[in-house]
């Protein structure tokens, strides 16, 4: 017998393996399958055990998980590639996972040829298993304010680490908890004033590889107090040994200082780097990976929660009628389907921004070019902040969707809201964050206006580069000229050169009767089916705000940036928007033209891009309406077109293909019991509550007793 | 030295008690203190274990936690309330409470005087201790649906309880897994035919009691399969065992069927009830209860939040200045404080709810009154359903406040929504149960228009006796005449009584092109100070979707209400903001008024109360629009009047005090280190990795000596 997502697929002319070619890079598919199966059959592994363990029970399995995942690279030769992919397919990170994509790194791109040639032999061995301290128990946000110091002691040419008190001790450090035997500490730089030796002076906060545990016996090194933090919210990073260390007057060799760019000599003079700014890379690295992994944590809730809402039925349509699958309600399609819309998006914009942070090192380091540094920097900041709300979101949403036994540990997202929901924070607070890309907006729109010959009122044509640029990549099918119905920065020419995210900001230099008059065109709902509709509107709304916050500022007093800290977070979610769209369009747009899809294939994605879209501009409704860019009918309108879309465009057998496309591996899968592709969620609950555990309810038999026994036993003093 | 929230408290007049003697019933406030400081002495009971045990641990912890809190009833004489309250404080459900709200509460309102007086002695003594079996592993929502059977066997006089298949297994009941020895049967009660005593017919879902568990050995009676259903996601509802039961022909007396309404007679005859609507009493009362529940849960993390806020400093405003506490920054408050207004308003909407349904109790016994008994289901809904959306994501917001350590579970509030969120799901899924509202506000409308005199143009004058009666509750400054500035529905009458509740939808009386020009009148920011231009939009926006919904439907083709559950949804919630800002204005104005409060207290709830409309009206923006209710101008006035309050209005002092006024114990606080009242949050998070847990990484020694050796061990052969 079919199962009913098999009925369902026999009716789809979408082909998921087609969409699947713009989600991965070639073969990737191919070896996450042969690399699932090999992990398949290895009970360790199992997720559904997971949920049953205590925070230490965890911490002990993903040590032997990851011991485990050793003995197969070996037995297997696997491939760097192929032991990074089986690590992630753990879905959660391992007391080793910072080495891998902190440690490493940071040695890679901070250290000198010689370090690296020391150190990183034996990081690829785990031989050294290291960590990156920087937070502390009373600073994270502000890097400038930390406290640990690393005193250069001339004579024996050593570095003395030092927590000078409580509140400067490491904390949250992932890794460090149990395993690391090493970590990379921010500490502030304090050399000896030429004159004086007795005397330093702080240059501020640099790295150092500090050794924490013996190598031989792994108990901690002398000076070092070291431990785990303990359990998370929600049971969120249970397989994490996030550590706090204290240093009392440790010391390391002057070669452990990281020195490829800032650098200490032997007799403790200091070495500018080139470029102060080239140590922030490897923070942009791990902020610019976050939107493409969320991405697909959420692609893995919902091909979950759709499975489930296919499979469950509640309630008849008609009195004798059967029960309908519960994915027949309007409730349940305008969650879920603008969930699978933004699962893509974020995986879509989030390759692509990976794919321009690769390009930008290699101008970094080639060329020497800083403005495409402070660029990524500023738009993968954008994008961390709003991926990590919207996925942290869209998690509890799909698991909500499954009503009841979405409760359930079987549901299997569980984990997976429990650990996206942090990344709101690690990386950075995405309310201080948000202050670096509005800033750097702020610099485009006064640097725009220092460089522009009009500045207020314009009628010259349009001609800037950027601009043009960024125009032929989303509007797919009609002219922007037509888009806004009044005035238009048609003619503005300014010598600053914007990037492409930013090239809508050369509307802010209008006049602001220009610019508050400025209306979008949309007159039935079908426009707002319009690339270029939908991509000025979100344009205008990202650059309403940043006008906004500009005026804000210039007509108040110099101080009160501080006041301003809940629009910047909503300028930089506006910046992210008009990115993620125009990215996931000029994606959609170029599969279709050039046939690297067929029609059907790209008529699912188009319309999957448009319910992202049409569900981005109902979320910016407020900023369109306060910038009288959109009017009450218009609004309506919209509504409609996202209702169309996901009630009529939008049918289950596409959306079924859609998340086919994720291809995802049984044992990917095996978390969730709700979400098994052959439709045996009742049989697989009743299997989970009756096997493993079955029977332990025994195990409290004396407890209960004590309670309903209570007052037999004391009837004589009892008054009840 | 004064700690940091002590300085705070000198410059603050507001008197935090006399502002909770809006919160608190008469001496609730002392008990609390007396019995939490018991509490407090007995380790058993503390918070800050429990996020290291596991589902098993935690329920083990939870079973002993309550055979303590019987003993401590005994030494201490403890009344019902005393003893209710202790079990309260123990913040989760425990594996008896569900005896305590469902079992006990549904015997009394549906078991005759005879069972009454069998059960509830055995109740009172946990000799029985019982929970409530209606969900089912294939059917929640759809309760006609249910599939177990109580079939009559007339020969002995019994009931034949049957799950017919697998997937009628009882799944989610609280209280069952391990502790329970009886349970509330929802099952189908099957009669034989008068003709054919072998034929049954089914009457539909009754109740019943039945044994699951040997009252001597606790083990599971014949034929009874029954167990715990494990985990929940985030690891909530940890202290409570849900568990499942299957059913072969699992016979019980005849007397077991609770027959204070429907009744089978001794020789298998249906006795009908009086009214068929009176078993949803006790449906409603769950209901009616979470809104201030849940009030108080984010008036606990709201606390903690707000503290540790005033802590935490990051950043300093000049060079050279000192850091500032983080609840300096816009983006902070504007979090915070909303939330703050927020629990206020569910503790104090939900406590009028709660006396709402008191005395419709009353009515519907003495009275048979069953109007409002749909009234009350219909507005209990909708409150549910809001303010479990509201408090689920506060929540989650609070912690998120607080950056990295909010992640931590010393924040204390994990549990808190972990628990919470679920609020969304039971007691009726949110997307279902919102349907409930919206059907019986369409029934309002289109009573209102078979009754009105003039149902599309109207001219007399406003005279429905509903209507003023609202009117005089919220407004109190301002006559409501003035609110909009077109046509008012100034002139209807009409037959049909609204509950003050819907009062507004007389507007939808108006012809639509009336309806559609109405404005709001407001003209400066300041002008949304105003309680009546805050109500009157409320308002409009809840008749709005209500009035677009019943176009809608009237439109289109008749079977299409399933395309309109998202809708409905939207329309609970803005049914309940309506009612729930209008509770708060009202309370507020009585509370000056009558001098209850001082002037500085009343000056602070007021502005409290501002702070949640207003805030509720920026949430509510997209239907103020589309309604064409709100231009693009007032719309930025409210949000300079919502930024005014939040930024400018409120200060620190006075929203200390407005926590203070929740009169939260020491041992309430105890699982939050980052809440400590103290402020010696670094402190007790040392302590807390030091302290217990301390030493303990030496346990993995072992695991991490694999890992870091595994590649010299087997240097021979290894290719690294
Ligand atoms: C799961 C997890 C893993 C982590 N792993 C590591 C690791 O491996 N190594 C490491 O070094 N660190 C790690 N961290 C620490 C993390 O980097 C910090 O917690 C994070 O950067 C936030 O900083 P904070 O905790 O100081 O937040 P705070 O700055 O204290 O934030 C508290 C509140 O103040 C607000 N706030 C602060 N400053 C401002 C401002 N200027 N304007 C407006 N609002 C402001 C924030 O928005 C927030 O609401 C981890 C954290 C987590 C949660
Ligand atoms: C923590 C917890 C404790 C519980 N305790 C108990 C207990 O003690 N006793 C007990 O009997 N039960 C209990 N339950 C069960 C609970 O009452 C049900 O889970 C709840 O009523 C939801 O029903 P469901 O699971 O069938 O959801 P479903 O109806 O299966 O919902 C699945 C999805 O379908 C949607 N949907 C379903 N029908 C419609 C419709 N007509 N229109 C639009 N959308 C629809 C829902 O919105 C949801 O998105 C508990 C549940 C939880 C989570």
Redesign the pocket.
């Given at each position: 017998m079919p199962t009913p997502l098999d009925a369902i697929r026999t009716d789809v002319t979408i082909d998921p393996y087609k969409i699947g070619n713009l989600l991965f890079d070639p073969g990737y598919r191919e070896t996450r399958t042969r690399i699932a199966s090999i992990l398949g059959s290895d009970r360790i592994f199992d997720k559904s055990l997971r949920p049953h363990l205590n925070h230490r029970q965890l911490l002990r399995l993903s040590l032997r998980i990851f011991k485990r995942l050793l003995e197969l690279r070996d037995a297997h030769g696997w491939s760097d590639l192929e032991f990074t992919l089986a690590c992630r397919l753990q879905d959660e990170s391992l007391p080793t996972s910072l080495h891998d994509i902190t440690f490493v790194p940071v040695i890679a791109s901070q250290g000198t040829q010689e370090q690296q040639a020391y150190w990183l032999p034996r990081c690829k061995r785990y031989e050294v298993v290291g960590c990156y301290a920087q937070t502390e128990l009373a600073h994270g946000s502000n890097v400038q304010e930390l406290e640990t110091t690393a005193r250069f002691d001339v004579t024996s040419g050593e570095f003395v680490i030092s927590s000078p008190r409580l509140e400067s001790t490491k904390w949250w450090i992932g890794g460090l908890g149990v395993m690391a035997n090493h970590t990379i500490v921010q500490a502030v730089l304090h050399l000896p004033l030429p004159g004086n030796p007795l005397e330093y002076k702080p240059y501020g906060p640099h790295l150092f590889i500090v050794p924490v545990r013996s190598l031989k016996t792994h108990e901690p090194l002398p000076g070092i107090t070291i431990g785990d933090i303990g359990p998370k919210a929600y049971g969120g990073f249970g397989t994490v040994d996030n550590g706090y260390v204290r240093f009392r007057e440790v010391r390391i060799p002057r070669e452990n200082m990281l020195m490829r760019h800032a650098q200490v000599t032997l007799t403790g003079e200091y070495v500018r780097p080139a470029h102060d700014k080239l140590s922030y890379g490897s923070m942009v690295a791990l902020r610019a990976g976050i939107p493409v992994n969320l991405g697909w944590s959420l692609a893995r809730a919902v091909t979950i929660a759709l499975r489930y809402?296919i499979h469950?039925r509640?309630?008849a349509a008609t009195p004798d009628g059967p029960e309908q699958p519960?994915i027949t309600?309007?409730?349940?399609k305008h969650?879920l389907y603008p969930l699978l819309a933004t699962s893509y998006a974020y995986i879509i914009a989030g390759r692509e921004l990976w794919a321009m942070y690769q390009k930008m090192l290699e101008e970094v380091v080639q060329q020497g070019n800083m403005e495409s540094l402070a660029e990524m920097h500023s738009l993968s900041t954008a994008l961390k902040v709003k991926s990590s709300t919207d996925c942290a979101k869209g998690l509890e949403e799909a698991r909500?969707?499954?009503?009841?036994?979405?409760?359930s540990h079987m549901s299997g997202i569980g984990p997976l809201f429990a650990n996206a929901t942090a990344s709101q924070t690690y990386e950075g607070d995405n309310y201080v964050i948000s202050q670096q890309t509005a800033r750097s907006l702020l610099k485009h729109v006064s640097a725009l206006r220092s460089s522009s010959s009009t500045p207020t009122s314009l009628t010259a044509s349009r001609s800037s580069s950027s601009r043009s640029s960024s125009r032929s990549s989303g509007s797919s099918t009609s002219s922007r000229s037509s888009i806004s119905s009044r005035s238009s920065p048609s003619s503005i020419s300014t010598e600053h050169h914007l990037p492409p995210s930013s090239s809508y900001l050369l509307n802010t230099l209008l006049a602001p009767a220009q610019f508050y008059t400025q209306r979008s065109s949309v007159k039935t709902s079908g426009d707002w089916y319009s690339p270029a509709h939908q991509l000025s509107a979100l344009e205008h709304r990202a650059a309403y705000l940043v006008l906004e916050l500009s005026t804000s500022l210039s007509t108040s007093t110099p101080q009160n940036w501080s006041s301003h800290t809940h629009t910047t977070h909503r300028i930089a979610s506006a910046h992210a928007d008009v990115f993620v769209a125009t990215t996931f369009r000029k994606c959609v747009a170029r599969a279709s033209s050039s046939n690297l899809l067929p029609d059907d294939c790209a008529y699912g994605l188009r319309l999957l891009c448009d319910i992202f879209c049409l569900g981005t501009l109902v979320a910016g409704l407020p900023e369109l309406f306060e910038s009288g860019f959109v009017d009450a009918t218009q609004a309506r309108l919209l509504r409609r077109a996202l209702d169309e879309a996901v009630l009529v465009r939008m049918d289950v057998g596409s959306a079924v293909a859609l998340t086919d496309a994720f291809a995802f591996t049984e044992f990917e899968m095996a978390g969730s019991v709700l979400g098994r592709e052959d439709g045996k969620v009742y049989e697989g609950m009743w299997r989970a509550v009756r096997e493993g555990e079955s029977g332990k309810e025994r195990e409290f038999l004396e407890e209960c007793l004590e309670i309903t026994g209570h007052y037999r036993r004391r009837r004589g003093s009892a008054k009840l």
């Open positions: 809402c469950r509640q309630f519960v309600y309007a409730s349940v969650r909500k969707c499954m009503g009841g036994h979405g409760y």
